[in-house]
């Protein structure tokens, strides 16, 4: 699915920024942090499986969330920035913290399936967690060396910008007019999705047919033993 993802991916930061310099940096980045990220997952000794096969994909999705927000935001800052590396420095004062604590959650949040009984579950959630914060670290890293070496926007790309995020604060907007002004709804509402969900949750039943499908001596028995 990567190839896919990546292709939808593209085709979206193109929509968002109309620009290739939307597009390049982003993409870059992310595939230089999938990259660097199962190979750090090869080098710790680990190997593809059934579980694991999807961290790749995981990764992208997760990793193109914090460059989009970065470079967004550097395009706001070169409407008023002076220099590419002035408009860097307001990006990343506001970003950094911002960023560091969605990857850190994340991070933690995969972390926590190293409490599973299952080996390679465990395994699986070290990998996402250490494949998290290494691509925050290339993306902290890389998109300030990749726009310092590019000139500030013109006018006609800032515009084209400034466009995308007008559009993306009227939707916003409308959802946040909508549940202030609407608050009894909103709160009954969530009440009911939650109430819904709570019953689904006690109707779920582990399904371990797949392994018993397998015989003792089947590998995957042997490592989730």
Known sequence: FVPLTGAFVALLLAFLFRNGRGVAVPTLVVALSITGAV??????????NIINSSLPTLLL???VADTVHIVARYFEESATAS???????????AMLGACALTSLTSAVGFASLLSAHLPIIRSFGLQAAL??????IVAMLLIPA?????????????????RSSDASLLVTGFFVHLVTARKGV???ITA??????????????ADSHLMEELTDAH???????
């Open 219 to 225: 590998p995957a028995s042997v490592a989730n033993r």
């Open 192 to 205: 009911a999705i939650l109430a819904f969900s709570a019953v689904g949750i006690a109707l779920v039943e």
């Open 131 to 136: 494949g998290i914060l290494f691509a925050y």
């Open 186 to 188: 909103a709160v009954t």
């Open 39 to 48: 190979g750090l997952m090869m080098q710790l000794g680990g190997s593809l």
């Open 83 to 93: 220099s590419p590396r002035e408009a860097i420095e307001r990006t990343f004062a």
């Open 146 to 162: 990749l726009l310092m070496r590019l000139p500030l926007p013109g006018p006609a790309m800032q515009a084209r910008a400034a």
């Open 61 to 63: 999705v997760i990793a």
